[in-house]
């Protein structure tokens, strides 16, 4: 596990660039995609859920982006890229621990959106608290609440954001099926090898 609680931008910069956490391993995406300034606080069994927390920025300024295409006359950040910054601060965290494995995302229960982020906004926060994080081979699957605060008022809360490392090419498999089909009891059967981590059921 990393030593250090806090990151300056030109630090997650080396993270894009694979620095950090060493070649091969998770990735935080580069500008403009890049959706935080800063790391102010990473630490490990902390949090609400005792799993982990982390805590990050990003100052808004008027000629970002994403104001001028979304939307002409009507400017305001892309509530996707909020999701975003989040799957980025779950997959830096597992990162972070040492596990091996390109971060990528899998998905999220529930979005609930309370407000915007707009061009008056100075800065828009982010709160990461880790829930579960599984490990078996090929794999590590971390699990997490998270909220966005525009100038500290709370606007987007996410449940169970789903960010993995995956090494070796691990590929999710996914099962569908109606309720009460046995998608359950499949699901059980193919985790119970050593290979295959169960994420859990979403509707």
């Known amino acids: 596990m990393n030593n250090k609680n806090s990151y300056k931008y030109e630090e997650l910069i080396d993270c894009a660039n694979g620095k950090l956490f060493g070649p091969g391993n998770a990735k935080l995406p580069s500008p403009p995609m890049l959706m935080f300034d ?26 970002m982006w994403f104001f001028d295409c979304h939307f002409r006359e009507d400017p305001v950040m892309p509530g996707c890229l909020g999701l975003d910054a989040m799957w980025q601060l779950v997959g830096f965290y597992l990162g972070w621990l040492g596990n091996p494995g ?6 999220v229960h529930a979005v609930k959106f309370k407000g915007e982020v707009l061009k008056n906004v100075k800065m828009a926060t982010y709160e990461i608290d880790m829930k579960r994080i599984i490990i078996k081979e090929g794999a590590t699957v971390g699990l997490a609440n998270g909220v966005l ?20 090419d691990a590929k999710p498999i996914f099962i569908l ?16 090898g050593d290979k295959y981590i169960p994420i859990g059921e979403e509707s």
């Open 38 to 63: 800063r790391i102010t606080n990473i630490q490990n069994e902390k949090g609400k859920f005792n799993k982990g927390l982390i805590e990050a920025e990003l100052n808004i300024k008027e000629k």
């Open 149 to 168: 605060k525009a100038d500290e008022q709370k606007i987007k809360e996410l449940e169970k954001l789903n960010g993995p490392d995956i090494k070796n």
């Open 102 to 107: 390109k971060g990528r995302a899998l998905g």
């Open 177 to 192: 099926g109606t309720p009460r089909c046995g998608s359950t009891v499949v699901e059980k059967v193919i985790a119970s």
